[in-house]
């Protein structure tokens, strides 16, 4: 750290600390100054927080902090100046300055409070820019714009009377940067019918500019930024700030609820049509961030886990921006209910934070829910091919397709997921379940020494060494090493955490794959499927189920289609298919269901001549497996021939008919219990031959540990198990 920059930051903080800058008063021309205080949480003054877009770091303005001059943001340097006073100090907390952003450490400490830091501010000041139509903020001007409050209540009349005026008399020109906007939306909130109708007395160039100026300010990149989504959600008290004008947040969301409801009465004939573009745009950026408010300050949560609740926060800001793409996680983590092993941590990588994120969500909430949807649709070429790349921009039906499919559909029939990191951690987990079973009068009072024996064997993890490891690592002995090689060739026991192990349940090879759908006329790709079964003229209503998904859409919602439903299935696909001149009326939806389910998606027929819908990346010769916590079944390709680390690549979930409500769950491994009846057998006759567990030499260690190998590589052998990389 360069000198200047350790008599800024002259300690690092201490766990319950945090630093607040006072922003020293002064005209609107002078320069920027502040003193960095450091205060503990405890015992904290009142405070602001400052949530804000940094902007391009590129073009830099002066700021003296500590009598030291240093750069800020062009964005930064511009709402300073609004927010400063030329009669007093005021005391902020603002991240590039109160966080030492040189010192990784104290960056991923910060973070981890960032949540308290929000929540403890008497108000959070979301400056959303200075008000112009422009893009970039413009240079200071040479006197501070007058400000203006929008309370949300009758009030705000006296502003919302000056804005209609001068919009009547085209002199909009002359109104302060930001009041504007701020008086068309307080029009909404108050649902004041008197001045809407103004709005269509006004010229329509006029009306036009003014929506666009509304379109520009939620345009700004603080309402796309990551971190801003946890900063405005954990806020008791947020302020808008734009230009001179300030509202509170309350204004915003009672604007987007009435505007919902006139869209909904399709009250707003009056207006053009790229102004009420804009209307809905209002209403649903606002509601998006209004719904997660209420969800994370409710006192009891939607979500039965932390896995869960991350899931669905990661889902509901995958369109967010961040600059750092790990900050797609660790900006979300101090919304959760309670704690995963997660924590920022900016030395790992970002491939390495995503698979952490997966791995958590699989382990917390038992279930593969995670890995439905899109997995091909990755930015990055680092991650393994069943983890979610969290950077990558999902569209929302892609996200609804992956809720429906989720909840209409049992393939694994409730059984919960079992994952490894590898055969090593796979072991552990079947030793442990043994340890917790095995029945000796003794093993109570020898506990300690049984665990450490197990440790050493690398079967259990404790902080010492794992023999496991070491053998994998290099031949060692050479009298020993040819046994394990034999087993594991060296390569399938190697621990490795990019690797998820679990059992499954092979269902079929998939053997014709048709054409990407694109709308409800390309029903006829089914009936060119179907004719490959030369016996099969007509399909059947069990492929005509697969046709759409087995599904119907009515009363706006998607149901699973009965017996009763096969009439009009039939009708329906007949007159899409043949071209009949018999006009059909759709009722059950089944165009919808396709337009909305086939996305992305290409029909294929396995070898059995089963029919399904596979992600658009499916290939003839990928096979169907059903794996536990997985509500659909899976499309695997396998990588490699190896017969001893078969890696397989995850393609991606898909609907097949005769497996979605759990018909072949059967047929999948019993998680640990196969394998835990052979080792507690094993692993009993070698606890009765050994005295003692407290020195137990390396030979006796490989030999015992060589059994249970023997004994586990039946399991994984017999393909119960499948390793996707």
Known sequence: MSA????????????????????????????????????????????????????????TRPILVNGVEMEITVNLDTALRHLRREDADILLWVDALSINQRDLHERQAQVQRMRNIYNLATSVIVFLGDGTFHMSPKPPSSTKPPEFSFLGNEQDFQHIERFVENSASKRVRGLPDGFGVFSLIAIFALQSQKHKDALSNIQEKVLRNLFEELR???????????????????????????GGSTSSWEMFTRAAQNIESTLDA??????????VKVLKLLARTVSDIEHNRRRWASSTTAYHNAGAELHALLQATNRRNASDDRDKVYSLLGLLSDKLDISPDYHLTTSEVYISV?????????????????LGRKNRGDLPSWVPDWSAIIDNEELRRSQVMTQLYNACKGAKTTCWTSPASFWESVCMNILRRIDFPWLDSRACNMINALS????????????????????????????WRDIGNGHMYAPE???????????????????????????????????????????????LRAMVFDLKFVSGRFERLGKDDEVHLRRWYDARTFNTRQAYQDVLGFDYVLKFMSPRRRLFMTYSGDLGWGPDSIAPGDEVYILPGGRIPFVIRRQTKSIRCPERQM????????????QRAKA?????????????????????????????????????????????CFYFKTQACIFIA
Not at 473 to 481: A, E, F, K, S, V
Not at 675 to 694: A, G, K, M, P
């Open 266 to 275: 399709d009250n707003l004939d009056n207006l053009p049509w790229d102004c």
């Open 216 to 242: 520009i300010m939620l345009l700004s990149k603080w309402w796309s930024r990551m971190w801003v989504f946890q900063e405005i959600v954990v806020s008791r008290n947020p302020l808008l700030r734009y």
């Open 497 to 543: 955490s990019r690797l998820l192990c679990t059992p499954a349940a092979f269902v079929g090879g998939i053997e014709f794959v048709s054409e990407q759908f694109h709308d409800s006329a390309d029903v006829r790709l089914s009936y060119r499927l179907a004719k490959r079964e030369p016996s099969e003229v007509n399909l059947s209503f069990r492929k």
């Open 456 to 483: 050493r064997l690398g079967l259990i993890h404790t902080n010492g060494p794992r023999l496991i490891e070491q053998l994998t690592q290099g031949p060692g002995d050479t009298d020993l090493w040819p046994r």
């Open 358 to 374: 997966a791995r958590n969500i699989i382990r917390s909430t038992e279930s593969l829910d995670v890995l439905v949807g899109d």
């Open 651 to 662: 393609v991606g979930g898909c609907y097949l008919q005769g497996v979605m409500d759990g």
């Open 4 to 59: 200047w920059y350790a008599e800024v930051y002259f300690r690092c903080l201490h766990k319950d600390e945090f630093r607040l800058m006072s922003l020293r008063s002064g005209s609107w021309k002078t320069p920027l100054q502040c003193k960095l205080i450091i205060e503990q949480f405890e015992n904290a003054p009142q405070y602001q927080a400052l949530s804000y877009a940094w902007g391009s770091r590129s073009v």
């Open 668 to 712: 999948m491994p019993p998680t640990l219990q196969g394998v835990e009846e052979i080792n507690l057998v094993t692993l009993q006759n070698i606890i009765s031959r050994c005295s003692t567990f407290d020195n137990i030499s390396m030979i006796e260690s490989l030999d015992i540990l060589y059994e249970l190998f023997v004994d586990s």
